[in-house]
């Protein structure tokens, strides 16, 4: 069984940072793309920032210069940090993974989100 397991939501005034992590464990072979999507309430759920393995990265126009993403291959494991974060950024946060899992194959995986609200 594969879980991606994500941590560092909370609160934060505008203007601040946060960063937030994401490991993936079970029966592994190889990750390939990892990124970061999020929902606010009432809201279709939208891409924020994906990594390659190779760790070619893309980012949503609203984030771009703000938010960076990075991961540690050795460690399953994707990073969000997220600067001069504003309302707007107010959502709950989920992890995705394109992997590899011994015998199915490849299939995506979601984490169980994380909420960051951005408020003063």
């Known amino acids: 069984q594969v879980q991606l397991v994500e941590s560092g939501g909370g609160l934060v005034q505008p203007g601040g940072s946060l960063r937030l992590s994401c490991a993936a464990s079970?029966?592994?072979?190889?990750?390939?793309?990892m990124g970061w999507y999020r929902q606010a309430p009432g809201n279709q759920r939208e891409l924020v920032a994906t990594i390659t393995s190779g760790g070619s990265t893309n980012f949503v126009d609203s984030v771009k210069g703000r938010f960076t993403i990075s991961r540690d291959n050795a460690k399953n494991t994707v990073y969000l940090q997220m600067n001069s974060l504003k309302p707007e950024d107010t959502a709950a946060y989920y992890c995705?993974?394109?992997?590899?899992?011994?015998?199915?194959?490849?299939?995506?995986?979601w984490g169980q989100g994380t909420q960051v609200t951005v408020s003063s």
């Open positions: 995705n993974a394109n992997l590899y899992q011994f015998p199915v194959g490849w299939r995506d995986y």
């Open positions: 079970g029966n592994i072979g190889s990750i390939n793309v």
